[in-house]
């Protein structure tokens, strides 16, 4: 046997039924679409959510939530990340630049330093914000913290 002569099984493949083929094909008629309605006429495309008529489910659930439009967002930095820059390039000052550089951060984004991690090294860390515990490990290791405006 090989590809050449695969055939399926017999009685498993079946002619398509050719709808709207006149009366004696008994899918004329009609053509299985029924009496009348939207769903009868060409070009009939449903809606999503259409519960034919009855009131859609997005419209019986109340709404809720709200975006806060003064809501600042930052890119966290964990001071792992800082200890393993400044081991592997002996930098003494880190800031946006360097971030950038190391591919942490990218484009404009605000920076957040975590104490996600340990640090050895004293260095000096600019960044917009940082979370009391890694400010404190950072300044516990003999470092410095800057915080940026804007």
């Known amino acids: 046997m090989d590809l050449s002569n695969l055939q399926p099984a017999v009685g498993s493949v079946h002619s398509k039924t050719r709808i709207g083929r006149g009366a004696g094909s008994g899918k004329g008629g009609t053509s299985t679409r029924g009496h009348k309605g939207a769903k009868s006429r060409s ?22 939530g709200f975006k806060n439009i003064n809501r600042v967002e930052y890119k966290a930095v964990n ?13 003494t000052t880190i800031g946006l630049a360097e971030l950038r550089a190391a591919g942490c951060i990218n484009g404009k984004a605000r920076v ?10 004293a260095i000096t860390v600019e960044a917009h914000a940082f979370s009391a515990a890694a400010q404190a490990a950072i300044e516990a290791a003999g470092g410095s913290v800057n915080k940026l405006n804007a």
Not at 84 to 91: I, N, S, T
Not at 112 to 121: P, S, Y
């Open 43 to 64: 070009g009939y495309k449903r809606k999503i959510g259409f519960e034919g008529g009855q009131m859609p489910l997005q419209r019986r659930l109340p709404k809720f």
């Open 79 to 91: 001071l792992e990340v800082l200890e393993a820059l400044a081991a592997d390039k002996g930098l």
């Open 112 to 121: 957040k330093i975590l104490a996600n991690g340990e640090i050895k090294h």
